[in-house]
């Protein structure tokens, strides 16, 4: 097993993790942030403060991902494939593929959603950029589009993921009556937050399972402390992930 750390710029991340090349190691919570936590996340991007780490196990060719992985990370499902789990920095990531990916969540998914993803990103209102407030935050869905503030998700799908044409958002600026003036904020500055944003992450390599738990009891550092009962729900899944396939 080794531990590497390194820089990396987490523009590369979300498209990875919208991507679904990323999964949630099993012995993760669920998610578990607030619409205050999401907002005061994007603020600190904003102001260009210091966003946490990332802590990544990356599994070699003979594990599976479908043994230990929750399988999504936001409402994208990740591929069979996907050979890298989120140990610590599930919140941060998460939040921004559900602001990118929102209208592509399964009104059934494979993998429930947690009741603070049906709070949070479900509940009837969206993530926007607004111009006049210069900041990124929930309003109700009906109020997403005006001359001032368009979907955060919208604009991270044309600017950062290349998901959409952004011919199709100038022209429904256009029809929005969105001032000139601040189309560079919106289709560049915004955008390019989160593109240029620099983290640090720590990747653990050729490690089994009981050696990436316990570097994760070791080294992460969470905003909500583990319980318990969190820890215990870890143990009973490592005992069935452990056992060798017949």
């Known amino acids: 097993m080794r531990v590497e750390q390194r820089h990396e710029f987490l523009g590369s ?5 919208a991507a679904g090349e990323f999964g949630i190691a099993a012995f993760q919570r669920p998610f578990v942030w607030t619409k205050f936590d999401v907002e005061k996340y994007l603020e600190s991007i904003y102001d260009g403060f210091p966003i946490g780490d990332f802590l990544i196990w990356t599994l070699n060719r003979d594990q599976e991902s479908s043994l230990l992985s929750k399988g999504r990370i936001g409402p994208v ?3 069979a494939a996907t050979k890298t789990m989120i140990l610590d920095g599930q919140n941060r990531l998460a939040s921004i593929v559900w602001a990118a990916r929102v209208g592509e969540a399964p009104v059934t998914p494979d993998h429930p959603y947690s009741a603070k993803e049906r709070e949070v990103f479900l509940s009837g209102e969206t993530l926007v950029a607004d111009f006049e407030e210069k900041r990124m935050h929930f309003v109700p869905t009906e109020a997403a589009y005006s001359n001032t503030r368009l979907p955060l998700g919208e604009l991270l799908a044309t600017s950062l993921l290349q998901q959409v044409r952004s011919t199709v958002v100038f022209q429904k600026m256009e029809d929005l009556g969105v001032p000139e003036a601040s189309w560079n904020w919106f289709m560049d500055d915004i955008p390019h937050l989160f593109r240029a944003k620099r983290t640090v992450v720590a990747e ?3 490690a089994t399972a009981e050696e990436a738990y316990e570097v994760f009891l070791r080294i992460c ?3 909500q402390p583990i319980t318990d009962a969190d820890l215990e729900a870890a143990r009973a899944w490592m005992v069935p992930a452990a056992e060798p396939k017949p």
Request: proline share 0%; charged share 30%; hydrophobic share 30%.
């Open 13 to 17: 991340y979300i498209k990875q993790a």
């Open 77 to 79: 499902v990740h591929d």
């Open 204 to 206: 653990i390599q050729d």
């Open 221 to 223: 550092k969470t905003g």
